[in-house]
């Protein structure tokens, strides 16, 4: 149970876990109160967020959008210090004064503010997976106890968090990670080269934002979140596994040493593991379907094939090099979705891409902010510019 409202500084809130987000506040108003909000480019949308929800700041990309968002808000929240540029996410993520950081920024432009909340001794509920993915290595220096400042959004690991509830002390054998499968699950190999952005876009059963959408058809996401929960969890990779479940039902799962699996279930719906970012380790109330076991009729798992989902395979060996190689993974992915939206390259073109640049970009030096940034630069020059 809460004992006082929390305030939120939410980044990316114009995106689709960011209006989730709000939608929970907007449901529970004397539980949650905005700080801030930042947006890339909708200003249409974030304008109507500013004028809602009357936040003390609130940060768009760029100072001709800024200039645009004023002028939409038309003195509807005069309070409101409207800023501008990705420096200023990062400072208000340093200095601003809130209880809990939403990242939901998409990519790598998620790194740095995640670092400098935890650095200031916030807590972080994270959906930025790039994060994790690219600087899980140094952002150990600035959590406390396990994640206890550093809470995930994601659904998988969200889930594996509840299933460790009351677990302290007990020896876990392995993490098991759902996957959908995408839309791509039964397709024959030999269409896969056909597949167009709006086809890889219709997901069977989540509503996500175009990038992670892909992801989930490439099973990179997954990658992506393995890579996340060794990290987290602290845990060697063998004892990570991903597994196929259609349905969706079952969200992740935990196994113990003395043979026992704990799962956490639910319909899907982001708001779940979104609410219990915020008010962990406390529960409050979601209006959100409920299970209904009488007419669940199966729930079916199946083991990855590496054929169908290569970029996955890429991600745990970009885990298993280590170094530089995921911030590698994470990049050249991001560079070859975005070319892949655009008609660019074909869909097979993506792990290519994400292939030939953690054989070709491989930076010598210590790992710091600075060399994962430039790294980061490296890599997308180097895939923006590859022929497939």
Not at 166 to 186: C, D, Y
Not at 259 to 283: C, E, F, H, N
Not at 320 to 329: C, E, K
Request: proline content about 6%; hydrophobic content about 45%.
């Amino acid at each position: 149970m809460l004992m006082s409202s929390i305030n939120v500084l939410l980044l990316g809130s114009t995106g689709s876990i960011g209006t989730q987000t709000l939608d929970i506040i907007r449901a529970n108003p004397d539980k949650f109160r905005v700080s801030g909000l930042t947006a890339n480019s909708n200003c249409t949308l974030l304008a109507e967020q500013i004028a809602e929800f009357r936040p003390p700041v609130a940060v768009i990309a760029s100072e001709d959008k800024r200039a645009e968002l004023i002028e939409k808000l038309a003195g509807r929240s005069p309070q409101t210090q409207i800023l501008s540029g990705y420096d200023s996410v990062v400072d208000i993520s340093r200095e601003l004064s809130y209880d809990v950081l939403l990242n939901a920024l998409v990519g790598f432009s998620g790194f740095r503010p995640t670092t400098e909340a935890l650095k200031a001794g916030r807590k972080v509920a994270l959906a930025n997976k790039e994060s994790l993915v690219v600087g899980g290595e140094l952002l150990q220096k600035y959590t406390k106890d396990g994640i206890s400042n550093l809470i995930p959004v994601d659904s998988e690991h969200s889930a594996i968090l509840q299933c460790l509830i009351g677990e302290e002390g007990n020896a876990i054998e392995k993490l098991l990670i759902t996957a959908s499968g995408g839309p791509f699950r039964t397709l024959p190999l030999d269409q896969m080269a056909g597949i167009t952005p709006e086809r890889a876009l219709k997901h069977p059963n989540w509503s996500m934002g175009a990038k992670i959408t892909i992801d989930s058809a490439t099973m990179m996401n997954k990658g992506l979140e393995i890579i996340e929960a060794y990290w987290l969890y602290h845990l060697p990779l063998h004892k990570i596994q991903a597994v196929i479940h259609p349905q969706s039902i079952i969200h992740s799962m935990v196994t113990f040493e003395d043979g026992s699996t704990k799962a956490q279930m639910g319909y899907p719906d982001m708001k779940v593991p979104i609410q219990y970012a915020l008010t962990w380790p406390a529960r409050i109330p979601l209006e959100t379907p409920r299970m209904d076991f009488s007419t669940l009729r199966e729930l079916t798992f199946e083991e990855v094939d590496f054929a169908r989902y290569p970029c996955l395979k890429l991600a745990l060996e970009a885990i298993d090099s280590g170094g530089f190689a995921p911030a590698v993974l994470n990049a050249a992915n991001e560079i070859a979705v975005h070319r892949f939206l655009n008609r660019e390259i074909p869909y097979i073109g993506i792990p290519k891409i994400v292939s030939e640049a953690l054989l070709s970009v491989q930076p010598d030096s210590d790992i710091t902010m600075e060399a994962l940034v430039a790294a980061d630069e490296e890599t997308r020059a180097f895939a923006a510019q590859l022929s497939i």
